[in-house]
């Protein structure tokens, strides 16, 4: 029983150590990359915006299918998914606009749809329409095999 206390307190102390001695969060790495950000307003095109429920409803207005790509900038994956989005532009579908949403910020959009992680996207008909919630997307391929 002493042994097994003695254990726990000399890993307790470990850890301890590791804690104080990190002055950086463990992604710091990647939320400091220059190409782990997220779009900017000179970046956006017709089909590929930041979101804003004015934005969203310009698209419905304009009887846009809409995909709201739930992302972060600490988050390299987003980065490499919404790079790929960007670069293939030109194929996506002429009736679908793609809205870049801040993971961070809108807690109720996440909530109201279930969206759980990074790299989830909603996908809504050109009513308006709630269709569905894919986690995981990883490639444009992705994303257009879900329309």
Not at 38 to 49: C, G, N, P, R, S
Not at 54 to 69: G, H, P, Q, T, Y
Not at 112 to 117: D, E, L, P
Request: with cysteine.
């Amino acid at each position: 029983m002493k042994k097994l206390w003695i254990l726990s307190l000399w890993l307790l102390s470990i850890v301890l150590i590791w804690c104080s001695s990190s002055n950086t969060a463990p992604n710091a790495d990647v939320a400091a990359d220059p190409d782990n950000v997220m779009l900017t307003a000179d970046q956006e095109t017709d089909t590929y915006k930041i979101y804003s429920q004015a934005a969203f409803d310009a698209a419905v207005a304009d009887e846009k299918r809409v995909v709201l790509n739930f992302r972060a900038s600490r988050c390299p994956t987003c980065t490499d998914v919404s790079n790929d989005i960007l670069a293939n532009l030109a194929t996506l579908p002429a009736d679908v606009i793609v809205l870049e949403t801040d993971f961070d910020q809108y807690e109720e959009l996440k909530a109201k749809h279930n969206v759980r992680q990074q790299t989830t996207f909603v996908f809504f008909d050109a009513a308006w329409e709630y269709v569905k919630t894919v986690e995981s997307i990883r490639s444009f391929t992705d994303l257009v095999s879900n329309l």
